[in-house]
Structures are given as structure tokens and as C-alpha cells.
């Protein structure tokens, strides 16, 4: 009789340390076993080869951030422009000159500027020329709609000078400075002026020059011992001196004043394009000696900071484009004599007040140029 084979682990002691089981069946604790952990299930899926690692645990208290050299560098960057940029509007802010000029008039609609090139030697020249004259007067004025104007004064404008006689215009810079000079404006146009520009008799030889040269053009030849001026018709970039020499003269040309002051707004202009080219606002080497040169050649109305004379730039640039208005007002004689005055430039009477008030509401066409000789 066959021995009898006992059922499989019946009455069989377990060895002490079994060896892994290779069957995938999970032995099913007993009850004695629920009441410790469960050991883990074996998983039927396939493994991967190679398991991802799993990351290490960061140590409390030090940083696993990774540092960007290169973002380092660009903050420091910033920061070294932001400071730059500080220092240098200090700078400027401190180094602007003012002058008492704005007559306190209740305002008008728009923004109006007065722009004046003044003939004082002083501070620029020691030639034994004494006092100051106005040989530049322009008018700048952004009205609420419509186009910008830029209207050139004539020098020699025969106008009411408030306490004063009758008398050129220019005289008014002469008899009371900027401030008599902007109410005989205001009076003369109807507009309050809002700021005052005043440029000396080297600062435009000294800006132009800072630029590195503005191209001028005429189409006359020119040999004028008045003012210097030397010129082949045509156009040319030109330093300093000839530029100076380019807005002064008059009487060599035909036109006499009149043509002085569009040759004046086309200095003007031409310096104020290469100023706002961005290879002249990126570089800080000639926007340095820009900023300088126009620091020591400039004076402002004592309301007007920094801020100030970046808005007057911005108004200048804007009335210069192909759409402002420009011109003079309308002329009825270049030549009108008046005893102790001289030779005079006579405004129409009749077109004066009509113009600037059309001047004032924006109404000339975009792009129009008006006044002038009748």
C-alpha cells in the first residue's frame, strides 16, 4: 500500500528563509498575518530596462536654483543704463538756464511757443557789441484740431510795442527782453504764449557743429561780407559758422527779411531732423555734446524743466512735417519807411487778424504755405 502523501502544507514546517517564489500567485495572508502590513503585490507589467532615477531629496536649507549668468549680466545692464540715464537728466535739468519771459495772459485753446534767436553777444562773444536783438521770432502753435503751424515774424515787422511807439518788432527784445518781446506777440497775434525758447548768437554754431553738420540748400551764389556768407547755389552740409551765416543774411538776397526767415526756418529745421534721428538720440557721445552744447546756447521760460523742453521738441518736430502750416504773416510792403525807425516790413492790416485766427483754430489746410507779400 502506497504511503500516504500529506496535502501541500499540512503538517510541512516552513523553512526560515523561504526562497522567492517565481509563481505569480500571491499567497493569501492568514489571519494572524492581517494584522501586519501587507507585503507589497509583485506587478505583471513588463519593466522598463532602464527606470528613470528617482531625484535625490533636497537638502534643508541650501538652494537647487540654477543661477543665468547671462540673465545676471542683463539686469546689471539695466541697471547700469537706468543710473546713466538718472545721472544724465540731472545733469541737464541743472544745467538749463531760465529767464523770467511769460506775461501771465489767461490762457488760449492749443499750445502756443515762441521761439526766438537772439543776437546777444554776451556769454558767446566779446566783440564790443553791446544790448540784444531778436533777428529770429517764430511763432509755434499746436492748435486743438487741426494742423500745427510754424509762422516766421519778420524781424523788421512794423508793431504796437506795449508802452512804447510803434517800432519794429525786434526792438521789443531790445527795449524790455523776452518779456516785452512776448507780449508785443501776443498782442501782435492774439495767441498767450504757453513756453519761451531763446537761442544765442553761438548756439547754433555750436549745435550744428555737435551734429557733425546740417545740409542747407539756396539756389543764389552768395558773397555777402555782411554775414560772412560764402555759398556756391545748390546744397551742401555745412558746420556752424556757415549755418549762423546762412540764417543771417539778407541783403544779398532779394527778397531781403523775408527770405532770411525762410532760410532761418530751414536751419531750424535741418537741426532739428539730425537731433531727432536715432543715430543722434542712441549715441551718447554726440548726445552728450548735443545736450552741452545746447545747454550753454539756450534759455527757457522759468515753468519749463527737462520734461518741459522734450515737449517743446516734440511740438517743433511736429510742426516742421509735411503737414503744418508755415510761413509768415501776410505783407503788404518790405520797404516801409517810417521816420526814426527806417526801413520797415508792413503787415496787411486788412489779412492780420483773419490770419491768426485761422491760425489759432487750425483752420489753413494741412500742408499750406501761407502769408507773405501780398
Known amino acids: 500500500m502506497p504511503p500516504s502523501i500529506p496535502p501541500k502544507g499540512a503538517g510541512a514546517k516552513r523553512p526560515a528563509n523561504p526562497a522567492p517564489q517565481a509563481s505569480r500567485t500571491v499567497q493569501k495572508a492568514t489571519p494572524s498575518d ?14 522598463e530596462p532602464n527606470p528613470r532615477p528617482r531625484p535625490a531629496t533636497r ?19 539695466l541697471v547700469i543704463v537706468v543710473g546713466s540715464l538718472g545721472a544724465f537728466a540731472l545733469w541737464a535739468q541743472s544745467g538749463i538756464q531760465h529767464v523770467a519771459a511769460l506775461s501771465g ?22 566783440d564790443g557789441t553791446t544790448g540784444a536783438r531778436s533777428d529770429t521770432i517764430i511763432v509755434v502753435h499746436v492748435p486743438v484740431s487741426g494742423p500745427p503751424a510754424m509762422i516766421s515774424i519778420p524781424r523788421d515787422s512794423y508793431v504796437e510795442i506795449p508802452g512804447h511807439d510803434p517800432n519794429k518788432i525786434n526792438a521789443a527784445f531790445a527795449f524790455g527782453g523776452p518779456t516785452l518781446l512776448v507780449a508785443t506777440v501776443e498782442r501782435l497775434t492774439g495767441l498767450t504764449i504757453d513756453h519761451y525758447v531763446e537761442v544765442g548768437f553761438g ?29 556756391k547755389a545748390g546744397c551742401h552740409v555745412v558746420g556752424g559758422t556757415t549755418a549762423l551765416a546762412f540764417s543771417r543774411m539778407r541783403y544779398a538776397d532779394p527778397l531781403g527779411d523775408i527770405g532770411r526767415t525762410e532760410r532761418q526756418q530751414q536751419v531750424v529745421s535741418a537741426v532739428a531732423e539730425k537731433l531727432m534721428r536715432r543715430s543722434t538720440l542712441l549715441n ?19 515753468g519749463t524743466s527737462l520734461l518741459g523742453l522734450a515737449r517743446i521738441a516734440q511740438a517743433f518736430n511736429s510742426a516742421r512735417g509735411d503737414l503744418a502750416v508755415t510761413g509768415t504773416p501776410p505783407i503788404s510792403t518790405i520797404d516801409h ?7 520797415t516790413v508792413l503787415l496787411d492790416p486788412d489779412k492780420s487778424g483773419a490770419f491768426w485766427t485761422a491760425i489759432a483754430n487750425g483752420s489753413y489746410p494741412a500742408g499750406m504755405h501761407v502769408g507773405g507779400l501780398a
Do not use: M, N
Not at 534643508?60 to 542683463?74: F, Q, V
Not at 548735443?290 to 522759468?302: E, I, Y
Open 105 to 126: 495772459a489767461p490762457d488760449t485753446p492749443g499750445e502756443t511757443y515762441l521761439i526766438v534767436g537772439s543776437d546777444s553777444r554776451e556769454g558767446w562773444a566779446d
Open 59 to 77: 537638502p534643508r536649507g541650501k538652494s537647487t536654483r540654477k543661477r543665468h549668468p547671462i540673465r545676471a549680466t542683463l539686469v546689471l545692464l
Open 203 to 231: 548756439g547754433v554754431a555750436d549745435v550744428v557743429d555737435a551734429l557733425g553738420g546740417v545740409e542747407l540748400c539756396y539756389d543764389h551764389d552768395v558773397s555777402d561780407a555782411r554775414s560772412t556768407l560764402e555759398w
Open 337 to 343: 519807411r517810417v521816420d526814426g525807425v527806417g526801413s
Open 34 to 47: 492581517r494584522t501586519q502590513r501587507a507585503p507589497a503585490r509583485v506587478s505583471t507589467a513588463r519593466r
Open 284 to 302: 551718447p557721445v554726440t548726445l552728450a555734446k548735443v545736450t552741452s552744447a545746447g545747454l550753454d546756447a539756450f534759455r527757457v521760460d522759468d
